[in-house]
DNA sequence: ATCCAGGCCATAA
DNA sequence: TTATGGCCTGGA
């Protein structure tokens, strides 16, 4: 695959993409800051303002940052955030020919990439997101940001939207925050879990980085661990940002597919699931799981919560 | 209104 | 090792 690079200034454009979904891939709920503007999507995204709009295999991102971005770094990060060297196209095709129902969630939303993101960012957001539902996620994400965060959006940007943007708060920074201060950008009883996590990171008694270069067993084993994450959280951070795409986060959306799709038990175990799910996806479980919770949660949800309340 | 959600932790068997 | 109850709060 070749992609062209083009633009200038803090734009870049990225050609001859295939396999690419910017809208899918920003709004299957694998991330929480992405915001539609019109028929762009904007995010902060590793402490950088980032403004996208794509079709036809053509990407087109704009960085409104504060600091003033050099067209290489703009290329290295768009590059590496929406993993565009990756050949998707393969990934979809294996996925399709290796199971019937994966295919049809390809085809209901194709060309989702799956996202390499901060793992400190992706950790936190992932903690919030424990019996919460998805617009209070995003909302208590922007809260944090906005109030411990760094102002990362420029005067032209400010001056063309209207807003701001915040840079996702640093470790440092939630550490130096009170329990309750937390708490009160709602994140109710997490917030305990999210101070104590951002003082070890602070600390350097954990070091995100580090979890991310283990092979993908002690690394989950490493994350659960730690106070607040549990095997949902664990599995859903070496997925989204430490590149273990066998991770296979089961949330109450996959566990419907599975019983009540695949398995066909209503009470199938947690552990009949991962096995059911790793032997059926393997390396790529990770893709397979994306696109069937999107696929579940906004085509098949009114179907499958009937399917839940009925066996309970 | 009031009900409950992208889990996790603490107990109990 | 597996099964329950409780948790805060803002959106639906």
């Not at 760094?150 to 400010?158: A, C, F, K, P, W």
């Not at 350097?204 to 084993?221: C, F, H, M, N, Q």
């Not at 430490?242 to 398995?263: C, G, H, N, T």
Request: charged share 25%; proline share 3%.
């Amino acid at each position: 695959m070749t992609l062209d690079f083009g633009g200038s200034n803090n734009t870049l454009i990225v050609q001859g993409l295939t396999a690419f979904d910017l809208e899918n891939t920003v709004t299957c709920g694998q991330a929480f800051r992405w915001r539609r503007v019109g028929d762009s999507y904007h995010c902060v995204v590793r402490g950088r303002l980032l403004v996208a709009q794509s079709s036809n295999g053509i990407l087109q991102v704009s960085d409104y940052s504060l600091e003033p971005v050099e067209v290489s770094d703009l290329v290295d990060l768009v590059v590496d955030y929406f993993c565009l060297q990756a050949d998707h196209a393969h990934t979809e095709a294996v996925l399709r020919e290796l199971d019937p129902v994966v295919a049809e969630a390809i085809d209901f939303a194709p060309g989702i990439r799956i996202l390499a993101q901060e793992p400190w960012e992706c950790l936190i957001s992932y903690v919030i997101s424990a019996r919460n539902f998805i617009p209070s996620i995003r909302s208590t994400v922007a809260r944090l940001a906005e109030r411990f965060g760094e102002r990362v959006s420029n005067d032209e940007y400010e001056q063309v939207y209207g807003m701001q943007w915040y840079a996702f708060p640093t470790a440092d920074s939630l550490a130096d925050a009170s329990v309750r201060d937390i708490e009160e950008c709602g994140a109710a009883f997490r917030a305990r879990y999210i101070s104590k996590l951002a003082n070890l990171v602070a600390s350097g008694e954990v070091d995100l980085t580090e979890i991310a270069w283990l092979p993908y067993r002690s690394a989950k084993e490493k994350l659960m661990s730690l106070y607040g994450v549990g095997p949902k959280i664990a599995e859903c951070v070496l997925l989204s940002s430490m590149r273990k795409y066998e991770a296979f986060p089961i949330d109450v959306w996959i566990s419907r597919v599975l019983r009540f799709v695949y398995l066909r038990d209503p009470k199938a175990s947690l552990k009949q699931m991962e096995a059911f799910a790793k032997s059926k996806f393997g390396d790529l479980a990770g893709f397979a799981e994306q696109y069937l919770f999107h696929w579940a949660r906004t085509l098949k949800g009114d179907y499958l919560r009937r399917l839940d309340q009925a066996t309970k």
